[in-house]
């Protein structure tokens, strides 16, 4: 398909596998067949980009589509309509989770908001924090929440997570972030700055990540690297000693029950500070600043015209003083030898 001028910014495959829609850039999202990438359907609504989209469970009968408009829309990919739009959000969205019943809509949005609707119609409902947890969720890619509290490290902005995906039995959540790494927690992550595993191989910002449907590959994808990774999963007991590019957190995970975690070094870390800090070679001589420096060419003119200059003013001067010295002669009646012996006290007393 032809995506010049908008580009694709996200997708999601039916659950029959028989369709792939796509959001784009521009605000529009289309719906492929994904053998031949036929367009099947398009809408645009929205003037900001599309941020996320999901089928609902099951059958797949409505298509939720979140925006940086602040918006949910609901579509019935049967009847091709809209049907129902998710008000209320104070900031762009940033990802969304049906339940399992295909009912309610779980939305995370910019502000830190964790916001709950009904579908279709896009009704809002207040839920009990605590209850959240307790409901079965067909996924769960959101990153607010008290679930998944300790995934965000002390000092972070909103941004800096930028995408988690739970696997199929609940007990490990993957996460990728604005740094690069991939990190694994225990599910679910209640208290503050969870422990957990660390993996590098992206050269920069992590964009999204998931595990395939029998949990034993997860697959990211990177920003500005244009990458995708693919990781194998081992479950504790059965893993296989392996060559390994990618690195680990620095403890024994042996003495944390599995999960080792450099949690506390981590959190004093100021990537950018370390960034800076780091000096890319060895520094040697003298610094600019203290080097004397060798004067330019209009440097040197500019000063001998400052010099020819002052030699004129100093003639000049010396053949007035003369003239006038030799009208005090002539009034005081002194001999010209006295002048030329006692020039230099004439002058001072003059």
Same mark, same amino acid.
């Given at each position: 398909?032809?995506?010049? %001028?908008? #580009?694709?910014?996200?997708?999601? +495959?039916?659950?029959?596998?028989?369709?792939?829609?796509?959001?784009?850039?521009?605000?529009?999202? @289309?719906?492929?067949?994904?053998?031949?990438?036929? &367009?099947?359907?398009?809408?645009?609504?929205?003037?900001?980009?599309?941020?996320?989209?999901?089928?609902?469970?099951?059958?797949?009968?409505?298509?939720?589509?979140?925006?940086?408009?602040?918006?949910?829309?609901?579509?019935?990919? *049967? $009847?091709?309509?809209?049907?129902?739009?998710?008000?209320?959000?104070? $900031?762009?969205?940033?990802? @969304?989770?049906?339940?399992?019943?295909?009912?309610? @809509?779980?939305v995370n949005t910019g502000a830190k908001e964790q916001l709950f609707y009904e579908a279709p119609r896009g009704k809002p409902q207040m839920i009990n924090k605590s209850k959240v947890e307790k *409901?079965?969720?067909?996924?769960?890619?959101?990153?607010? #929440?008290?679930?998944?509290?300790?995934?965000?490290?002390?000092?972070?902005?909103?941004?800096?997570?930028?995408?988690?995906?739970?696997?199929?039995?609940?007990?490990?959540?993957?996460?990728?972030?604005?740094?690069? +790494?991939?990190?694994?927690?225990?599910?679910?992550?209640?208290a503050k700055y969870g422990k957990f595993k660390r993996y590098i191989a992206h050269s920069t910002h992590v964009t999204n990540v998931r595990w395939a449907h029998n949990d034993r590959l997860l697959?990211?994808?990177? #920003?500005?690297?244009?990458?995708?990774?693919?990781?194998?999963? =081992?479950?504790?007991?059965?893993?296989?000693?392996?060559?390994?590019?990618?690195?680990?957190? &620095?403890?024994?995970?042996? =003495?944390?029950? %599995?999960?080792?975690?450099?949690?506390?070094?981590?959190?004093?870390?100021?990537?950018?500070?370390?960034?800076?800090?780091?000096?890319?070679?060895?520094?040697?001589?003298?610094?600019?600043?203290?080097?004397?420096?060798?004067? $330019?060419? =209009?440097?040197?003119?500019?000063? $001998?015209?400052?010099?020819?200059?002052?030699?004129?003013?100093?003639?000049?001067?010396?053949?007035?003083?003369?003239?006038?010295? +030799?009208?005090?002669? =002539?009034?005081?009646?002194?001999?010209?030898?006295?002048?030329?012996?006692?020039?230099?006290?004439?002058?001072?007393?003059?």
């Amino acid at each position: 398909h032809n995506l010049t %001028g908008s #580009g694709g910014r996200c997708c999601c +495959f039916s659950p029959d596998g028989k369709s792939l829609a796509v959001g784009l850039n521009d605000g529009s999202f @289309l719906i492929v067949n994904p053998d031949t990438l036929e &367009d099947l359907v398009t809408f645009h609504h929205r003037k900001e980009h599309i941020s996320d989209i999901r089928f609902s469970p099951g059958p797949g009968k409505y298509l939720a589509v979140a925006s940086h408009d602040n918006f949910v829309d609901i579509y019935n990919i *049967m $009847s091709s309509k809209r049907v129902g739009i998710c008000r209320g959000a104070s $900031s762009y969205i940033t990802h @969304l989770d049906w339940d399992k019943r295909g009912k309610l @809509l779980q939305v995370n949005t910019g502000a830190k908001e964790q916001l709950f609707y009904e579908a279709p119609r896009g009704k809002p409902q207040m839920i009990n924090k605590s209850k959240v947890e307790k *409901m079965d969720w067909s996924s769960w890619t959101c990153v607010l #929440g008290p679930s998944c509290e300790g995934i965000w490290p002390m000092v972070s902005d909103v941004t800096d997570v930028t995408a988690s995906c739970l696997n199929a039995n609940k007990k490990v959540l993957a996460t990728g972030d604005d740094f690069g +790494f991939v990190k694994l927690f225990r599910y679910p992550v209640k208290a503050k700055y969870g422990k957990f595993k660390r993996y590098i191989a992206h050269s920069t910002h992590v964009t999204n990540v998931r595990w395939a449907h029998n949990d034993r590959l997860l697959i990211t994808v990177g #920003g500005a690297d244009t990458s995708v990774m693919i990781w194998t999963y =081992e479950v504790d007991g059965h893993k296989q000693t392996r060559q390994y590019e990618s690195e680990e957190s &620095d403890f024994d995970s042996d =003495e944390d029950g %599995g999960y080792d975690s450099d949690v506390a070094r981590e959190n004093e870390i100021n990537y950018t500070i370390r960034a800076l800090a780091t000096s890319l070679r060895p520094m040697s001589g003298i610094k600019p600043h203290l080097q004397q420096k060798e004067p $330019s060419l =209009e440097e040197r003119y500019l000063a $001998s015209n400052i010099k020819l200059s002052l030699k004129l003013e100093d003639k000049i001067f010396i053949s007035l003083t003369k003239i006038l010295l +030799f009208k005090i002669l =002539e009034t005081k009646r002194i001999s010209q030898d006295m002048l030329y012996a006692d020039f230099p006290l004439m002058c001072l007393y003059h």
